[in-house]
């Protein structure tokens, strides 16, 4: 099992700060996103709902290998990077 922390660059990965969403648990084939408790303050506009949604259908996208395809996205706005295997409180 690998644990990848999903993170979202509103301005880019050239500016700006990455939000942290959520962790997404990679084993074989399969991935299990796991949302993380947003920061109060953020950019606007901000519309969680549409995030969670692009974030899922970029791990779907990821079918059949998901760790490698995620770590090695190209975009301007999302980015993937594997943290320690705990997995979040919410789950």
Request: glycine share 4%; charged share 25%; hydrophobic share 35%.
């Amino acid at each position: 099992m690998k644990v990848l922390e999903a993170r979202f660059h509103p301005h880019s990965k050239k500016a700006g700060t990455p939000i942290p969403v959520a962790r997404v648990v990679c084993e074989n084939t399969t991935a299990l996103v796991e949302p993380l408790e947003l920061p109060t303050r953020r950019p606007e506009p901000f519309d969680g709902s549409a995030l969670m949604a692009k974030l899922n259908s970029l791990v779907e996208s990821a079918y059949p290998r998901p760790y490698e395809h995620l770590t090695s996205l190209r975009s301007e706005f999302w980015s993937f990077v594997e943290v320690a295997g705990e997995r979040s409180e919410t789950s």
